[in-house]
């Protein structure tokens, strides 16, 4: 992907000089010329004492007035000679005119930087300039999120192998107004169905998507293939994304210096060593026959490895900070990667959140100078789909939203990871669980972990008991549940008893957004007794459905 920057400044045209004094007069005329005037030299001989009095024209009548007044202006305590208002009034208006001359200049450099940062600002954002002043709120889904795509890529590195593929691939999915942020990684090898004709065929992994949806150069274009790959990617996580952004190796070095320079990332590796990736240590003159071996530790200690670190927290500069954004241990000797591409975006989600972090602790959020040159630097290689107007809104929710408040959703954590890997047509990939392109248990986890009712997120089984000795209603009450969001576990009948209209039971402590809702569904107390029945393991509520009035209907 080429993008072509204009450099060019018109100059000043200086004016064309004009005519000397006298030369309109064409000595070809006959008339006579005047005597010329004698200098002051002719007026007085060598060595002569005698000042030389200007000669030529006789003095007006308002200049001898005006010497005048000079003789008789007021004298200050000091014996100096007092302006006049005149005087005093001549001076002013030459203060004003260089004050405002001053000023001039001010504006006119600023201006400059600040057409400079907007030009690059139209790169970055659409719409108006002047809509900086404007504090729109961010496009929401149903749920009240808004979602953007993430893809990096490394088209301004030369000589970058597959420099158009999106390796890097995330979605931020953020609550504006409760001011949260969930991150999900993307694997870059999900084996998926493009729906068009790709380089690999009409099947491949997501990464090549980007390219194949580019139809042009140029900035407006960029933007369709971003808006393009948004509907795309939330197809198949059943999400509405809103917004896509394409950032480059260099918008990551210049984030790093313009929060100071460095970052601190916190290793965090299953291996007791931390993490080391040798793919990069060319960097440090491995391979070079010219570089001794000393001269390699000297530029990477301390064993020689540009990717290299304990585990604990790591002070990163940007060219580090970009590589281990790469590193996946693909090149031996190796350690700390064992998961390969998933522990490369593990880190990358650490790096975006310390980058926040950083921009957060040296004031470079709160100062709106520091962040429009930080676009002027990121025009020619960040791109967005957001509107100038959103860019306040933007810069808050990075200042405001508390880091304890970033949060990542995993999709090959926990007892039931929704991705896993396998081989397609002879090619390693990553594909769900369920199979390959069945994405209805993705789906399902992306639903529970972003959505704002706690039934959903907190996913707490519910068991269903008939204790009413009327068949099927256990049933039928669990079909009402699970249309309501609820996990149900097992539908049985209870033990042979007496029971009011409902009881609800809970095992366990938390899962309050679940306990509040069921106890205003039933209008009940919620029970902290064993309940009337042993249930499997990780039941964390029993609803027991009693006795009912003639045509009482249950959750509704």
Request: hydrophobic share 35%.
């Amino acid at each position: 992907m080429t993008r072509k920057q204009n450099n060019s400044i018109d100059g000043f045209i200086p004016r064309r000089a004009g005519g000397k004094i006298g030369e309109l007069h064409d000595s070809s005329h006959n008339t006579p010329s005047a005597p010329t005037p004698p200098t002051r030299r002719e007026l007085y001989t060598a060595g002569s004492t005698e000042t030389p009095q200007p000669v030529g024209r006789s003095l007006r009548r308002s200049e001898i007035d005006d010497s005048l007044k000079g003789i008789d202006a007021p004298v200050d305590g000091k014996g100096k000679k007092r302006k006049t208002p005149e005087q005093r009034a001549r001076r002013k208006k030459i203060i004003k005119r260089l004050v405002l001359l001053f000023i001039i200049i001010i504006l006119a450099c600023g201006g400059y930087y600040g057409v400079k940062a907007l030009l690059a600002g139209s790169n970055v954002l659409q719409g108006n300039v002047f809509d900086l002043v404007q504090h729109t709120p961010l496009k929401m889904d149903s749920n009240g999120r808004s979602n953007v795509l993430i893809l990096g890529t490394s088209e301004d590195d030369p000589g970058h192998e597959g420099a158009n593929l999106t390796d890097s691939m995330m979605i931020l999915s953020v609550d504006q107004n409760k001011k949260n942020v969930y991150m999900i990684s993307i694997p870059r090898d999900l084996y998926v169905k493009y729906g068009q004709a790709c380089n690999s065929g009409y099947a491949g992994k997501i990464n090549e998507y980007y390219n194949c949806a580019h139809e042009g150069e140029g900035v407006e274009e960029d933007r369709k293939a971003l808006t393009k790959e948004a509907g795309f990617v939330g197809g198949i996580f059943g999400l509405d994304i809103q917004y896509g952004v394409n950032v480059n190796y260099t918008v990551m070095r210049d984030m790093v210096n313009a929060v100071g320079g460095s970052i601190t990332v916190n290793i965090e590796s299953r291996n007791p060593n931390g993490q080391m990736d040798s793919n990069f240590d060319w960097k440090c003159g491995v391979g070079d026959r010219k570089v001794s071996r000393a001269e390699v530790l000297r530029r990477c200690p301390p064993s020689g490895h540009f990717i290299d670190y304990p585990n604990g927290p790591a002070v990163l500069d940007a060219e580090h900070a970009l590589y281990l954004a790469q590193a996946r241990g693909d090149k031996a000797p190796t350690y700390g990667f064992e998961q390969s591409n998933f522990d490369r975006e593990k880190n990358q989600q650490k790096i975006i959140k310390a980058i926040r972090e950083k921009a957060v602790s040296a004031g470079v959020l709160t100062d709106f100078g520091k962040v429009t040159a930080l676009i002027d630097a990121l025009g020619n290689n960040l791109r967005t789909t957001f509107e100038t107007k959103e860019f306040r809104t933007l810069v808050d929710l990075a200042k405001d939203t508390k880091s304890e408040d970033i949060k990542s959703i995993s999709l090959i954590d926990g007892d039931t990871p929704v991705m896993g890997t396998g081989m397609v047509n002879g090619m390693s990939v990553v594909r769900p669980a369920a199979g390959t392109y069945e994405y209805s248990e993705l789906q399902a986890l992306i639903k529970k972990d972003l959505s704002s009712d706690p039934v959903l997120r907190e996913g707490a089984s519910v068991v269903v008991l008939n204790g009413s000795g009327i068949p099927g209603v256990a049933q039928t009450e669990a079909d009402k549940l699970k249309e309501q969001g609820y996990t149900i576990g097992t539908i049985a009948n209870a033990p042979a008893g007496e029971y009011g209209p409902y009881t609800v039971y809970q095992i366990g402590s938390g899962n309050t957004g679940t306990a509040a809702k069921l106890k205003k569904l039933y209008n009940v107390t919620i029970q902290k007794t064993a309940p009337p029945v042993a249930v499997a393991e990780g039941t964390k509520f029993v609803v027991v459905v009693g006795s009912q009035p003639s045509g009482t209907s249950s959750a509704n």
